[in-house]
């Protein structure tokens, strides 16, 4: 468990997230949850939304490092890992870091890059580390992306492959605010000036002390089968054509230690692995063809699933 000190502070920190982010409290969770899991977060869903804004705030609020690159078609991987140049009269190449040197990343639109570049990403996002010219260099710890794609607008995008969607840990989606949350951002301040002014309320030391509590989270035997019977049950669902891999199941577990913490627990319940289900498991299923979606999949496995 938590110091009361740490535990406060991260409460007062999603409060703060959720008074910029107005009335979208469980992506919220969702995205501090994906962060203190040591994930990724993909963001799927329509321009305009907050995608930009959840992603500014959760950085300011837990005192992080913050770089945004817009993903284009003609976007090199130098430009998101960084490049070496000759430096004459040293007579070496010096190391110019890009962006992806920070530690919470939004890749915007990344479905807009070509493969080439999107995949510059992948071994940031397993490894934490980029090699450029056969030179490996270490990224900040933490290291977070958010990536973002709008899904309805497909025209000259390159859909991610199976093995970069499965470097992120969630996927969610913020929809349109209701009618309370839209009026006050109507009549309020501007997101970005309320964005400038957020004080951190906790630091890199932190973020690395709740990242270890959340390690230690207990997940009892009856908990791990339970988790087990649904990527079993992926596996032979109809509808699906390729089910959950042993590390979707890792981090399903992962993500439910998390939200176990923030839920102010030192142990998993189920209802910590249903919050989760579908945000980890939909956009790893394969689903048949005319099958419906593989968030009504997702959906359907958790529900064939007993909790014992």
Do not use: C, W
């Not at 409060?15 to 994930?39: C, E, I, T, W």
């Not at 025209?155 to 309370?180: A, V």
């Not at 035997?221 to 990527?231: E, G, N, T």
């Amino acid at each position: 468990m938590l110091p009361e000190r740490l535990s406060g502070a991260l409460d007062r920190a999603q409060a703060q997230v959720n008074q910029l982010v107005l009335g979208k409290p469980r992506q919220v969770r969702l995205a501090f949850v994906s962060l203190f899991s040591d994930g990724h977060l993909l963001i799927e869903d329509l321009p305009g939304l907050g995608k930009t804004t959840l992603a500014h705030a959760l950085a300011s609020t837990l005192g992080l490092g913050f770089q945004r690159v817009q993903f284009t078609s003609d976007l090199l991987p130098a430009d998101v890992l960084g490049v070496s140049v000759f430096d004459p009269q040293a007579r070496r190449f010096d190391f110019h870091p890009g962006p992806v040197f920070t530690e919470v990343l939004l890749a915007d639109e990344i479905n807009r890059a070509p493969p080439r570049t999107q995949s510059a990403l992948l071994e940031a996002m397993a490894e934490h580390q980029v090699t450029v010219d056969g030179t490996t260099h270490a990224l900040p710890d933490p290291f977070f992306v958010i990536a973002t794609q709008n899904p309805a607008d497909l025209s000259g995008t390159y859909p991610l492959p199976d093995s970069q969607l499965d470097r992120f840990l969630l996927r969610l989606g913020l929809g349109y605010p209701d009618q309370d949350a839209e009026r006050a951002l109507l009549a309020g301040e501007d997101r970005r000036a309320l964005i400038a002014q957020v004080r951190p309320l906790l630091t890199r030391d932190d973020v690395a002390a709740v990242r270890r509590a959340v390690a230690a989270v207990h997940a009892s035997d009856a908990l791990i089968d339970y988790v087990q019977a649904l990527l079993g049950r992926s596996r032979r669902h109809p509808g699906v054509r390729v089910g959950l891999s042993p590390r979707a199941g890792l981090a399903l577990l992962h993500g439910a230690r998390a939200h176990a913490l923030l839920e102010g627990r030192g142990h998993v319940l189920p209802g910590d692995v249903q919050a989760l289900f579908v945000a980890v498991a939909a956009h790893r299923l394969v689903p048949e063809a005319d099958t419906g979606t593989d968030e009504a999949l997702a959906r359907s496995i958790l529900d064939a699933v007993p909790v014992d």
